[in-house]
């Protein structure tokens, strides 16, 4: 970091609306407004338990001062991984080792919330196990799902998600997480069940907004019920899914006011999914402006609700940051991949540098190999920065291929 420019401002720099603390309702005070959004770590072991490579690199970042740290997602069921060598938290088995991964943020000041995902039917594991879904739709992307067509959950199956949402929960804040994050967006099963494409139900779980949205609502309730009043309750909920007969932006308002009425701590903006990655920019027919993706959607929502909000996606200006904080539009705002490449971001924001420009990231067009090009670049980023090495940005595709692909293939080979 350059030292000259840690004091050439202090005086506007104390006062800066991203140094403010911020207590949400559940009285947790986190001490910035700087929050790192979930990244997929994929540094869980073989039988999905933390790593010490995760407790250092969540070391690591604490020390850049970031306000809040939200985990990349955590399964709630052994048996469906987003990724593999995702953590999964499901009993007290591994509760040492998701002890020392909270304990690695507090012990820099920072606080800790644990994202809790089940994926649905784009679960990668087991590769050839039948995924489970809202219904027996695929995903709309050429060549996908070709032998994995999901099948539809049965309502005890439903039944028995929201109970494991809610005892990953409870094991969460036993470990001494500060509170859990319910991921609701970018198409995974919550996701799903929300989706008017992905969910074509008739029962009481589908074929009304209200209906669609009832999984989320239950889950709410049970993590509530199991974390109790005084730990955070998030939920990351996609402002839409960018695509035609997707969650509409209306819908996710709705959804939104359901949320505050519930009593939840922090709502996260995002927006969709493996068909339409809008929450990495690709938005359809909205190519030009590429800084803070959703906050039109915030700044509507702001009119109607009070509930604390989290913004992701695009975020790079910092006049735009203090901007939307000092105007009351968000409360935190989230950033996910600029702490790929700076781990201590958030304090060289405070000490007046800017985001560095994004890193070109290979990518051949084809959306499944994209989002794998851009896991593997990443995961090779936590790697070198868990063992105290400075990123490196991985230049050009067989690169990229290279310093993870085998270790993705050995990764889903072996895991347990
Ligand atoms: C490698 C990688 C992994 C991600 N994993 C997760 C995840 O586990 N949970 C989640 O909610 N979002 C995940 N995201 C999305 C980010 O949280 C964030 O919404 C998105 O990157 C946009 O924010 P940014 O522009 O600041 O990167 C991931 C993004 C990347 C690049």
Same mark, same amino acid.
């Given at each position: 970091?350059?030292?000259?420019?840690?004091?050439?401002?202090?005086?506007?720099?104390?006062?800066?609306?991203?140094?403010?603390?911020?207590?949400?309702?559940?009285?947790?005070?986190?001490?910035?407004?700087?929050?790192?959004?979930?990244?997929?770590?994929?540094?869980?072991?073989?039988?999905?338990?933390?790593?010490?490579?995760?407790?250092?690199?969540?070391?690591?970042?604490?020390?850049?001062?970031?306000?809040?740290?939200?985990?990349?997602?955590?399964?709630?069921?052994?048996?469906?991984?987003?990724?593999?060598?995702?953590?999964?938290?499901?009993?007290?088995?591994?509760?040492?080792?998701?002890?020392?991964?909270?304990?690695?943020?507090?012990?820099?000041?920072?606080?800790?919330?644990?994202?809790?995902?089940?994926?649905?039917?784009?679960?990668?594991?087991?590769?050839?196990?039948?995924?489970?879904?809202?219904?027996?739709?695929?995903?709309?992307?050429?060549?996908?799902?070709?032998?994995?067509?999901?099948?539809?959950?049965?309502?005890?199956?439903?039944?028995?998600?929201?109970?494991?949402?809610?005892?990953?929960?409870?094991?969460?804040?036993?470990?001494?997480?500060?509170?859990?994050?319910?991921?609701?967006?970018?198409?995974?099963?919550?996701?799903?069940?929300?989706?008017?494409?992905?969910?074509?139900?008739?029962?009481?779980?589908?074929?009304?907004?209200?209906?669609?949205?009832?999984?989320?609502?239950?889950?709410?309730?049970?993590?509530?019920?199991?974390?109790?009043?005084?730990?955070?309750?998030?939920?990351?909920?996609?402002?839409?899914?960018?695509?035609?007969?997707?969650?509409?932006?209306?819908?996710?308002? $709705?959804?939104? @006011?359901? #949320?505050?009425?519930?009593?939840?701590?922090?709502?996260? =903006? %995002?927006? *969709?999914?493996?068909?339409? !990655?809008?929450?990495?920019?690709?938005?359809?027919?909205?190519?030009?402006?590429?800084?803070?993706?959703?906050?039109?959607?915030?700044?509507?929502?702001?009119?109607?609700?009070?509930?604390?909000?989290?913004?992701?996606?695009?975020?790079?200006?910092?006049?735009?940051?203090?901007?939307?904080?000092?105007?009351?539009?968000?409360?935190?705002?989230?950033?996910?991949?600029?702490?790929?490449?700076?781990?201590?971001?958030?304090?060289?924001?405070?000490?007046?540098?800017?985001?560095?420009?994004?890193?070109?990231?290979?990518?051949?067009?084809?959306?499944?190999? $994209?989002?794998? @090009?851009? #896991?593997?670049?990443?995961?090779?980023?936590?790697?070198? =920065? %868990?063992? *105290?090495?400075?990123?490196? !940005?991985?230049?050009?595709?067989?690169?990229?291929?290279?310093?993870?692909?085998?270790?993705?293939?050995?990764?889903?080979?072996?895991?347990?």
């Amino acid at each position: 970091m350059n030292k000259s420019l840690q004091f050439e401002h202090p005086v506007e720099n104390l006062t800066s609306p991203l140094q403010q603390s911020f207590t949400l309702p559940c009285g947790l005070t986190i001490p910035n407004r700087i929050a790192k959004a979930g990244m997929s770590e994929q540094l869980g072991d073989r039988h999905g338990s933390p790593t010490v490579e995760l407790e250092q690199l969540y070391a690591a970042w604490a020390r850049g001062g970031a306000g809040l740290f939200i985990t990349g997602n955590v399964m709630v069921d052994h048996h469906y991984f987003v990724e593999p060598r995702n953590a999964v938290l499901e009993s007290d088995r591994f509760l040492a080792a998701y002890k020392l991964w909270a304990k690695a943020v507090h012990a820099h000041g920072g606080k800790i919330i644990m994202q809790i995902n089940h994926p649905g039917r784009v679960a990668v594991l087991p590769l050839l196990k039948r995924p489970v879904a809202p219904s027996a739709v695929g995903l709309d992307l050429p060549a996908m799902n070709i032998i994995r067509v999901p099948r539809a959950m049965t309502e005890a199956e439903i039944l028995e998600q929201i109970q494991r949402f809610a005892t990953t929960a409870a094991l969460a804040v036993q470990a001494g997480f500060d509170g859990v994050q319910v991921h609701a967006a970018h198409g995974y099963l919550i996701s799903q069940f929300l989706s008017p494409l992905a969910n074509i139900r008739t029962d009481g779980w589908g074929g009304s907004p209200e209906k669609r949205r009832r999984l989320l609502i239950e889950t709410v309730r049970a993590v509530r019920q199991a974390i109790g009043p005084n730990k955070a309750l998030s939920v990351k909920l996609n402002s839409a899914d960018f695509q035609k007969g997707g969650l509409s932006q209306q819908e996710s308002m $709705d959804i939104a @006011l359901a #949320l505050e009425a519930e009593g939840i701590d922090l709502l996260e =903006i %995002s927006g *969709g999914n493996y068909e339409s !990655p809008a929450q990495l920019g690709y938005t359809p027919g909205k190519q030009t402006e590429r800084d803070a993706y959703f906050l039109d959607y915030a700044e509507q929502l702001r009119r109607q609700s009070k509930m604390p909000l989290m913004l992701t996606g695009g975020l790079r200006k910092v006049d735009v940051m203090n901007r939307i904080v000092s105007d009351g539009v968000v409360d935190l705002v989230g950033m996910a991949r600029p702490f790929a490449m700076q781990p201590n971001l958030a304090k060289q924001l405070f000490a007046g540098q800017s985001v560095n420009e994004p890193p070109q990231i290979p990518a051949i067009g084809y959306k499944p190999v $994209d989002a794998y @090009l851009q #896991l593997a670049w990443h995961a090779a980023q936590f790697r070198r =920065i %868990s063992s *105290g090495r400075d990123p490196k !940005p991985l230049g050009g595709l067989i690169r990229t291929v290279l310093a993870f692909g085998p270790r993705m293939g050995f990764n889903i080979l072996t895991q347990h």
